[in-house]
C-alpha cells in the first residue's frame, strides 16, 4: 500500500492556472500482489486528512470489501511513521483481527529499497494524465480506471463519513508501540492476532511479544467517526477556485460553488 503524490483539482493548463490554490486530491493505493488486481481509494482535502486514522481507514475498508474470508494476511508499506509505522494504525490493525479471528503480518520496507507495485500503477495513472485536463476530483476515478487496459484498476472514491477514528484514547486498546528500549522506527514488522501484538527489529528474528499493556482484547469497540461533516476549505482557495471557474465547462461549476468554505 502507498499514497500517491498530490493532485489538483481543476487541472488546466492555463497560465491563470499556476498561480491560484486548487483542491488538493489524494489516492491511497493498494496492490494485492496474489490476484495482481489494484484498488484506488481517492479522496480530496474537504473529505479527510492526512492523519494516521485516514490512512487506517482505508485499509481497513479495503480488508473488510476485499479480504474479510482470508485469515492470514501480510502487509508490505514503507516505514513512514505518520502513515503506516504508529500506534494507531496498529490498533486498527489488532482490532480487525480480534474482531475476525485472523493473523495480519505488517512488514516495512527498508529504506531505499521501497519501491513496489504500487508504484507501477501510479506511473500509469501520470501517463494517462499526461496531456489531459481534470475538471473535477471525480475525474481522477476514470483516468485510474482506463490507465489499465487489461483487468482495468478498481478505483473509489471516499468520503468523509467512511473515515473512522482510530486515535480515540478511550476506544484504542495500547497507547504506545515502542519495543520496549528501541525507538517505533526500529520495527521491521508486526504480527497482530487475537492473542496481541509481537514485533521484529530484524527480519531474521523471532517474534517477541511487544512489552506494552494491551487492555480489553475480548471486549467489541466501537469507534467513532473521524468527521462528522465535510471539512472546510480557506476562503482563499475557495475564491481561486472561483476564479478558475472561467476556465472549465459550466457544468462543472455548480461542484466548486458548493464547497464548504470559511
Known sequence: MDLQAVKLSPFIRTNAFY???KLVCHNFTVYNIVSHQSTAYW?????????ASTFASLILVYLKDQLSSEKNIVIFSDGCTY??????????LLNYCIENKCTIIQKFLERGHTQMECDSVHSLIERKLKNREVYLPSNYLTVTMEARK???YIAKWVTFDQFTNYSHSSS???????????KVTEIKALQYSPDGIQFKLD?????????????????????????????KISSQKFNHLQQLKAFIP?????????????
Open 83 to 92: 502513515q503506516n509505522r504508529n500506534a494507531i494504525m496498529a490498533n486498527a
Open 19 to 21: 498561480y491560484k490554490t
Open 203 to 231: 527480519f531474521e528474528d523471532d517474534w517477541t511479544k511487544l512489552p506494552q499493556r494491551i487492555k480489553n482484547l475480548e471486549k467489541k469497540i466501537i469507534w467513532p467517526k473521524l468527521h462528522t461533516s465535510t471539512r
Open 43 to 51: 479522496f480530496s482535502e474537504i473529505d479527510s486528512d492526512l492523519s
Open 172 to 182: 484504542q486498546r495500547f497507547s504506545s508501540l515502542r519495543p520496549g528500549q528501541n
Open 250 to 262: 459550466p457544468d462543472c461549476h455548480a461542484f466548486y460553488d458548493q464547497l464548504p468554505h470559511e
Open 150 to 152: 487489461s483487468s482495468p
